[in-house]
């Protein structure tokens, strides 16, 4: 065995032992990651409302992976836990859609597997739309799912715990049909984390010692077919334990949700080709404006100016019908305005998210 096979042995041994024994609920975790129910839009919030205490208990995600327009998808849970994301989401995608959870832990998946009929008549279906497997998130080629099977892919605070984050993105590539995005809330710091804190296993199972520099990520995510990657929201993530912030308190960490799309038409990067879309309005829950991301927030019925890549991920996508298209690809105008590299998270906590959550 060689010494990087043995370090991601040692890694998952280690994550496995903390959320399936040292950790009981999400109480007992050290910093603020989880988001509160009482932060959450509306129709979320009933959703969440009847989900089993027990799953819900056992819920260490660190943000909101339930993204617009799933009625009828087929999804894939990375990092499944307890279950909380891959029942909110059976919920989302109706009868006719599709979840499935992949999770490592015995612990978790027990839980997670003891209320599969539970959720089933508290949806009200005929039988169940999800099922668990017991795998790891690197090698998903080995539980027999289909290539480009998967309409979106998600995962809640789990991929900055893997040893093997390039595997994972890769796997998750290769998994999503054309148009598919992988949709997810993770950990990133402000820099690299120093390979000594990498190997303390408290502050890797906390999600911090494994949190990739956030740029690096940006170039994995390119390397592995996901070009331009968006960032939707994020937020300074808080250290509750003295004794982990003085280990590890001098590196900046955000929780963030990022959308990765499979779409061989994006560039490298956000060029202007002169259009624009007019947003219908037509998306449940979203009548009023549509989020793509932190940087396109779209409001109904206004032209709204966007680079090729938008355009793409507009045009080439589950949301195509719900925007009307202006222009086309025959004239580029150069660097679309406000393409940057510098840190793209916001550095304070606002009053709005002081409380903790991430949502």
Known sequence: MSAQDSFQDNVKDSVKDYYGKELQGSADLKTDACCTIGSLPQHLKDIMSRIHPEVSSRYYGCGLVAPDLLNGMRILDLGSGSGQDVYVLSAMVGS??????VDMTDEQLAVANAHIDYHRKEFGYCQANVEFKKGYIEKLDELGLEDESFDIIVSNCVINLSPD??????QAHRLLKPGGELYFSDVYADRRVPAELVDDPVLYG???SGALYW???INLAKRAGFADPRLVEDRPLGIDNDSVKAKIG???FYSATYRLWKLDSLEPACEDYGQAVIYKGSIPNCEREFTLDKGHVITAGKVFPVCGNTW???TQTRFAEHFEFVGNFDTHYGIFEGCGSSLPYDSKVSESSAGGSCC
Do not use: W
């Open 96 to 101: 006719s859609g599709s979840v499935v959870g």
């Open 215 to 217: 740029n690096d990520f």
């Open 312 to 314: 793409n991920m507009l």
């Open 206 to 208: 906390e999600c911090l």
């Open 250 to 252: 001098h590196i900046g």
């Open 165 to 170: 984050k390039q595997a994972v993105l890769e």
